[in-house]
Every structure is written in structure tokens, then in C-alpha cells.
């Protein structure tokens, strides 16, 4: 049998883990940004701290009504970075990162959503520069993610995104 004192400290160190992963979700622990601050850019288009993943900004809208994202998060930097500087606007403006996938289509295929071609992984053509990645949900985000492909070499990929956290970077290379 375990003895009290065991329990408290068990229960004491689950919610210590909890409290510790809601801290780092929610709040700018990283105190060399503030929440909105310019930290990188790509092609001209900026790229903003977010503090925690899921901090919230309120909404992005284009001029013209466009539903960009909601400010920081990442599907905004990518909507921002297709609207602004390759002149697309996706046709459901809305859904989290997971949600630019279509597990439905197959390689090469167009995706209506987004108004886009669709590629799997792996996929019988290589990624671009300016090519959208898109990472699935999982037990720690059950919103996915995605970033801009910056440079592409044999092997690997760097890209560039937005909201990777309170003490992400805004860049990472990948193979």
C-alpha cells in the first residue's frame, strides 16, 4: 500500500506538470519579445512573437473583409504571407493547421479549400520555396501546425513560421 505521504507527492508533481504546460501555452515567458513584436521576415513579410501557443490577439482581417487568422498564430503568417505577397486568398478562410490537409486527396491533387495543389509525403514531386508545410495534430497540439518552405536542398528543408512557442524560433531546418 502507498502511504499518504506518497500520494500528496505524486498528486503534487502531476499538477505542478500541469500548471508548468499551461504556463508555457499561455503566457510570454520569454521576456526578450513582447506579443506582437516583428522577429523575422521572409520575402518582406513579417513575422510576429505570439508569447504562448495559445495566446490569442483577436482577428486579422484584410481591407477587402479577407479572414486572415487570428493575429500571431501561424495559419495567420501563412495567409498573410500567400495573401500579401503572392496575391491568393484561400476560399474557406477559415480552420486550424491540421485542417490545410485534405488526408482525402491524393498526391498532386487540388485542394478546393485552400485552392491549392496538394502534395503528400513523401510525393512524387520535391517542395518549393513558398510551398506551405503542414505538420498534424498531436497529443501536445491538437491544432497542427504550419510554416513557409524558405530553402530547399537535397535532403532538407528550412522554413520559416510564426508562433513556435514562447522560446521557438522563427526558423528551423529539417531532413
Known sequence: MFN???QYTIISLFILGILSFWLLKNLNLNR???????IDSFNGIIVYHNGGVNNDSGRNISKTGYNIG???QCVEFVKR???EYLKHEMPDSYGHAKDFYDKILKDNELNKKRDLIQFSNPSIKRPEINDIIIFDSNIFNKYGHVAIITEVSDGSIEIIQQNSGTLGNTRKNSK
Not at 526578450?32 to 516583428?38: A, D, L, M, N, T
Open 32 to 38: 526578450k519579445y513582447h506579443i506582437g513584436e516583428e
Open 4 to 6: 499518504i505521504k506518497f
Open 70 to 72: 487570428l493575429k500571431y
Open 81 to 83: 504571407y500567400y495573401l
